[in-house]
């Protein structure tokens, strides 16, 4: 692989993208850039190639930590640095791994010479490398919520610290800020969102020309990437002069009331939570001010700067796309463009001082409702024939006999009596209800799968809970349990004087308990028994918040739907919940019920994540009324299917989705077979619980079903477990 980057001006189209970047290099203080992308849309390139632009630095020579020599860090592990000489080297690009470690991150401390020696031997981390440079985080939905956070929280205080048994070390960790992320693979959470500066939506071009440009170019490096950068070394001197131009000017840069106003007006209108971004925006108007070389901020800045500081700011929902409505972004310019001075014109709203002004924006429609189509409602007219028939949605509401002719339709679209819906016959989507708060459902037993905020699990958070000999590298020392373990050799080993004399063996690493992600795994009945449509509705508002709960404690989701004669996986276990509330949306329903077939599917689904991810423990929530009539022996067979995961002990969890005055208990037996639970619909809301475990006490019954490896808590009490929970343990 060649060392010559890619040129950056060689790159074609990406104009925000190109943008943003450029602005972080101007005003690194802007925050960073979030680049949200397909895969193969030369993110990673870019990124890349924007280090070779940056100005070079002069570093203290001797320093780990990059210090300027004009302004040292004053904490400076490697300081003070008093008249210390000095070298010019390039600014850093530094590429964070998807598998880091915190410990390689921040750096660690060697504990053992610590408290051995007396030393604090410190070994700089990736923050100290990417002082003054770029840190490039490729993939950043992937890494873990604590490594984000530290991210983050170093960007935004510009230092690190790390902190470890007693010992202190802290300095300067300034950077350019970029991450990459395909949405396909998982979101961040938006408290993450929201400590990226700007964010930039990329997508392939659909232009073959452009196309054709791309891989012509990328050819051409690949065959000589000397020579092709050499084609583009005057465009990349010039954009670099630039560059530093454009800092030299940003501190002469005014930013008025004016734009100041339109700035806090725009974050109002967008119900942007916080402050954080108006701050964002101010500096990234003065940003666009200093790189057009204007020494004043101009409404076009504040409008560009919205347009990269707010998309993933708006959203109110895990499940919302980030985007701007451009339209209301104009009007709240507009509004805001006079001077405080002129904005009292109530009395001006008469037909007079108006009529003069623009005729697109505000008719009072007058000439421009004539073209729309004579002087009816707008609605009505060339719609009304036989247009909302498509969209009416459903075999339930069918007019269709009396709008239209039998011979006209193939025998297949003859439409069924709306009295009595066929279940054989699909039904078209409905849309889900409002998710609300669920109770937490988790894996029982201690687990050691990626940190997340479901299930019990050793983790490198949480609290302490034990000592044990270290199991590898030491990183985590338990300092009491280490010195109880060399107390009782002090005199055989000839200790004369204050310090201990410590040995490998004597060494004992903390072993914390904190919450781990689990793979939950939905398996969804999509029979005609659950075609009625205020029961579906309702069924899908449940999946929805089982979502949305799983999307908050960072598990890994999958989604198998049955109906007909088989089943489908309609999601792959994958981070991307969004994914699963789309597929849930759409998600059609009718013919009969093969529940053996839904439950088979899921253990195999199962089989190969354990091959894959052999820590992650799954959860299995089976949502429905607990029939099956897919074929013969149909109840059988899913009896059969359920022992299944009752043998390998996969914490299950069954919705149930039965309804109306006389219940079989279906589901609630099906919940026995697996070995978990079975929690209604109306059981499933969080507010409920405290009422329904008050109830069970008094009564002295259960409310969650037979007793299995998952237990049904509250949030407001997560340690309270149902009754047979106690039973059984």
């Not at 299995?620 to 067979?637: K, N, Q, S, W, Y």
Request: aromatic content about 4%; overall charge negative.
């Amino acid at each position: 692989m060649s060392d010559v980057r890619y040129p950056f001006t060689a790159i074609v189209g990406m104009a925000d993208l190109r943008l943003g970047l450029l602005l972080n290099a101007v005003s690194p203080a802007v925050g960073g850039v979030l680049v949200r992308g397909e895969k193969g849309t030369a993110k990673s390139t870019m990124v890349r190639a924007l280090a070779g632009l940056l100005p070079s630095i002069a570093a203290v020579d001797g320093c780990r930590f990059a210090c300027d020599p004009a302004a040292p860090d004053p904490q400076c592990p490697d300081g003070p640095h008093t008249a210390a000489a000095s070298h010019e080297r390039p600014s850093q690009l530094v590429e964070l791994p998807v598998g880091v470690a915190e410990d390689r991150i921040v750096g660690s401390l060697d504990l053992e010479r610590a408290l051995a020696e007396g030393v604090k031997a410190y070994e700089p981390g990736l923050l100290a490398k990417a002082h003054r440079g770029v840190l490039y985080i490729d993939e950043v939905n992937l890494l873990q919520d604590h490594v984000v956070d530290l991210l983050l929280d170093a960007a935004a205080m510009g230092r690190s610290y790390v902190e470890r048994e007693g010992v202190s070390v802290r300095h300067a960790a300034r950077f350019l800020l970029v991450g990459t992320m395909n949405p396909e693979e998982g979101e961040l959470r938006p408290q993450l969102l929201d400590r990226f500066g700007l964010t930039v939506e990329i997508a392939a071009t659909r232009d073959p020309a452009e196309r054709a440009e791309v891989v012509r170019r990328r050819l051409a490096y690949d065959a000589d990437p000397a020579g092709f950068a050499a084609r583009f070394a005057t465009q990349e001197r010039e954009l670099a002069e630039h560059i530093t131009a454009a800092r030299e000017l940003l501190p002469k840069v005014e930013l008025t009331d004016a734009a100041l106003r339109q700035i806090t007006a725009v974050c109002a209108a967008f119900e942007v939570d916080g402050l954080r971004a108006d701050i964002v925006m101010a500096r990234t108007a003065v940003a666009l001010a200093a790189w057009d070389g204007r020494t004043e901020v101009l409404e076009e800045d504040v409008r560009k700067a919205a347009q990269l500081a707010l998309p993933h700011r708006r959203r109110r929902n895990p499940f919302d796309a980030p985007g701007l409505d451009e339209e209301q972004l104009d009007r709240t310019l507009e509004e805001h463009s006079q001077p405080e001075e002129e904005e009292p014109e109530p009395e001006g709203d008469g037909p007079g001082p108006d009529a003069p002004g623009p005729d697109g924006d505000g008719g009072d429609g007058g000439p421009d409702g004539g073209p729309d189509g004579g002087g009816g409602p707008e609605g009505g007219g060339p719609d009304g024939g036989g247009a909302p028939e498509p969209f009416d949605g459903g075999a339930q509401e069918a007019s269709a006999p009396e709008s239209g002719t039998p011979e006209s339709e193939p025998p297949a679209q003859q439409p069924v009596p709306a009295q009595h819906p066929s279940p054989a016959r699909e039904s078209a989507p409905v849309a889900a209800g409002d998710p609300y708060r669920t109770r937490l459902f988790t894996v029982q037993g201690t687990g050691h799968g990626a940190q997340g905020r479901r299930s019990p699990a050793e983790t490198t958070g949480g609290h302490t809970v034990r000592a044990r000999r270290p199991q590898g590298t030491l990183s985590r020392l338990h300092l009491t349990a280490t010195l109880r373990a060399a107390a009782p050799h002090q005199v055989a080993r000839g200790r004369d004087g204050r310090a201990l004399v410590l040995h490998k063996d004597d060494f004992r690493e903390q072993v914390r308990q904190g919450r781990e992600s689990n793979l939950v795994l939905f398996v969804v009945d999509a029979s005609g028994s659950m075609a009625a449509r205020q029961r579906m509705t309702a069924v899908k508002g449940a999946v929805l918040s089982l979502l949305m709960d799983a999307y908050q404690r960072r598990d890994k989701i999958g989604m198998i739907t049955f109906r007909g004669a088989d089943a489908e996986l309609a999601l792959p276990p994958t981070s991307s919940v969004e994914v699963g509330a789309a597929r849930l949306e759409s998600l059609p329903t009718g013919g009969r019920t093969p529940l053996a077939a839904g439950l088979l599917r899921a253990h195999e689904v199962l089989r190969v994540e354990r091959l894959r991810d052999p820590n992650r423990r799954p959860l299995l929530v089976v949502v429905t009324d607990g029939r099956a009539t897919g074929g013969r022996d149909a109840l059988a067979r899913s009896q059969r299917a359920a022992a299944l995961f009752a043998a390998q002990g996969t914490a299950s969890v069954v919705l149930d989705c039965e309804s109306g005055p006389v219940r079989l208990g279906l589901a609630r037996t099906l919940a026995g077979l697996l070995g978990g639970s079975a929690v209604s619909l109306e059981e499933l809301r969080a507010e409920g619980v405290a009422s329904l475990v008050r109830d069970s006490r008094s009564a002295g019954r259960t409310t969650t079903g037979p007793t299995g490896p998952t237990t049904a808590t509250s949030p407001t009490s997560p340690t309270t477990p149902t009754a047979p929970m106690r039973k059984a343990a």
